[in-house]
Nanobody, 122 residues
Framework: QVQLVESGGGLVQPGGSLRLSCAAS????????MGWYRQAPGKQRELVAT???????NYADSVKGRFTISRDNAKNTVYLQMNSLKPEDTAVYYC????????????????WGQGTQVTVSS
């Protein structure tokens, strides 16, 4: 059974920083893409940043230059360093593992974490 466990959310003042972590556990053969999405109250879930295995990062325009995604493939872990946070960054942040294969012959499936709250407020 695969689990994605997120950590690092919390309350921060505008201009502050937070670092989110997400570790995928279980009998995993490979993960194609790992990334972060967020959902603010009353809004749809949106992409924040993703990174394919061995690929370049992909960012939403709203976070470019402020957020940095990184990935440790050996640990099946993805990180999101968030700097210069704004009130509009307030949301529940979800970790995603896309194209996750349990065996070499398995098809890839998507998995989601439970979400971690990020609140930017003075």
């Amino acid at each position: 059974q695969v689990q994605l466990v997120e950590s690092g959310g919390g309350l921060v003042q505008p201009g502050g920083s937070l670092r989110l972590s997400c570790a995928a556990s279980g009998s995993i053969y490979s993960i194609n893409t790992m990334g972060w999405y967020r959902q603010a109250p009353g809004k749809q879930r949106e992409l924040v940043a993703t990174m394919a295995s061995g690929g370049s990062p992909n960012y939403a325009d709203s976070v470019k230059g402020r957020f940095t995604i990184s990935r440790d493939n050996a640990k099946n872990t993805v990180y999101l360093q968030m700097n210069s946070l704004k009130p509009e960054d307030t949301a529940v942040y979800y970790c995603n593992a896309g194209g996750l294969r349990l065996r070499i012959w398995s098809s890839g499936d998507d998995y989601w974490g439970q979400g971690t709250q990020v609140t930017v407020s003075s």
